[in-house]
C-alpha cells in the first residue's frame, strides 16, 4: 500500500518551517506499486559508499519487499551544507532502488549540544528553504524521506527534537517530536513531544523512536502494539552499549529496526539494520555511508520470529494466551506449601 495524498491540503505547521502537511483525516489508501526485488544470496551493483544486504524474495501477485536505506553522513552546524548533502545521498539511494530513505537525529538543522549550541543563532529561513528542497527531491525522485531536525515554536518555547516524515509526493504526512528528551536537552535546548508516530509505505508501518528514547523499553512496546513492521532509530550515539540495546529491542520485539548515526560516532555505533530476530542485516564501515537492506515479511529466516514468536508474545502479554490454562487449587495458591 502507498500512502496518498487527497485534492485538499491543510498547513499545520506554523512559524519559520511551515511546509504544507497532508492532514491525517484526508490520507487514503491504494494498491503499492512495485518496488525493487532480488533473490536470497544475490548481488545488485552498488555505488562506492553503498552497503546492500539483499534478502528478499521475489512473490508474484503482491509486494512482499520495501528497501530502505540509512545513512550515516557527517554531522554539521550549517543547514545549507547539510541540505546539499542531504539531497546527494537522497539521488545515490534512489538509484538503488530506496524508497525509504532515513537520515540522523537533528541532520538537517544541526544537533544541540554538538553542532548547536544555542538554537538562537540557528537561521530558520535557511533551515526552512533546504526542508523544502529535500521535499521537492522526495517528489522527484518518488522516495520516502526521514528527516532529523530541530522543529522551530512560537518564541520563546524552544523548539522540537523532531523527525520528518516526507512522502513520496514531496508533502510532510507527519512528524515525530521526540518525547523522551535527556535532561539536558529538555533544561537548554528542546521542548518534549507527546505523541508516538506511526506511517506506512508500501504495506509496510513504521515508527520512530530517537536516540535517548532506546532507555525506555515502554516506548518500543507501544510501537509493537501499534503494530509496526519496522522501527526507525536516528540517534547521535554517546555510547557503544547503544548498539547492543538496539539488537535487544530488535529481538524482544520483532520488528526491524534502523540505526541512524552520524558518520563522527561511526566507532560507537553504526549505521546498521537488525532483523526482526536481533541479526544484523547490513551495517556502515567509517566515514559517510548508506545501507541499504530489503524489508521482507516472507523471508522464511524470520518466520519464527515474526509468525510465531511475535504473536504468542502479544497475546502473552494481553492474557489471552492464557486464559483456560489458569486453575484454582489450593497447592497453587498456598505460596508456602511443599
Not at 548481488?43 to 512473490?59: C, M
Not at 536505506?69 to 538503488?96: C, F, I, K, W, Y
Amino acid at each position: 500500500m502507498i500512502l496518498h495524498r487527497e485534492t485538499v491540503v491543510d498547513t499545520q505547521i506554523s512559524g519559520p518551517l511551515a511546509l504544507p502537511v497532508v492532514p491525517r483525516s484526508a490520507w487514503s489508501w491504494e494498491p503499492a506499486r512495485s518496488c525493487v526485488t532480488n533473490d536470497r544470496g544475490s548481488r545488485a551493483a552498488t555505488a562506492p559508499g553503498v552497503h546492500l544486504d539483499v534478502s528478499s524474495r521475489r512473490q508474484t501477485g503482491r509486494v512482499s519487499t520495501l528497501r530502505i536505506a540509512v545513512t550515516q553522513p557527517d554531522a554539521s552546524p550549517d543547514p545549507h551544507r547539510n541540505g546539499e548533502v542531504t539531497r546527494r545521498l537522497m539521488r545515490t539511494a534512489a538509484a538503488q532502488g530506496a524508497r525509504l530513505v532515513l537520515f540522523p537525529e537533528g541532520h538537517l538543522s544541526g544537533y544541540a549540544k554538538e553542532q548547536v549550541h544555542d538554537f538562537a543563532d540557528t537561521d530558520w529561513p535557511t533551515v526552512r528553504a533546504e526542508t523544502q528542497a529535500v521535499a521537492d527531491l522526495a517528489a522527484e525522485l518518488g522516495v520516502w524521506v526521514v528527516l532529523g531536525s530541530a522543529h522551530p515554536l512560537t518564541p520563546p518555547h524552544r523548539p522540537h527534537n523532531s523527525v520528518y516524515v516526507i512522502s513520496d509526493t514531496g508533502q510532510v504526512v507527519d512528524r515525530y517530536d521526540k518525547r523522551f528528551c535527556s535532561a539536558t536537552e529538555t533544561l537548554h535546548f528542546y521542548t518534549p513531544g507527546t505523541e508516538p508516530t506511526v506511517f506506512e509505505v508500501d504495506g509496510y508501518r513504521f515508527g520512530i523512536a530517537v536516540c535517548v528514547e532506546i532507555n525506555f523499553l515502554e516506548v518500543f512496546s507501544e510501537y509493537a502494539a501499534l503494530g509496526v513492521d519496522c522501527l526507525l532509530l536516528p540517534t547521535y550515539p554517546v555510547d557503544a552499549i547503544f548498539r547492543t540495546k538496539a539488537q535487544a529491542l530488535a529481538a524482544i520485539n520483532n520488528y526491524w529496526v534502523a540505526v541512524c548515526s552520524v558518520a563522527q560516532t561511526h566507532h560507537l555505533v553504526p549505521s546498521e539494520l537488525f532483523g526482526p530476530d536481533g541479526t544484523s542485516l547490513a551495517a556502515a564501515s567509517a566515514g559517510e555511508e548508506i545501507v541499504l537492506a530489503d524489508l521482507d515479511r516472507t523471508d522464511p529466516e524470520f518466520h519464527i520470529a515474526l509468525d510465531l514468536a511475535r504473536p504468542w508474545r502479544s497475546s502473552a502479554l494481553d492474557g489471552s494466551f492464557y486464559r483456560g490454562h489458569h486453575v484454582r487449587d489450593p497447592r497453587s495458591s498456598d505460596r508456602t506449601a511443599l
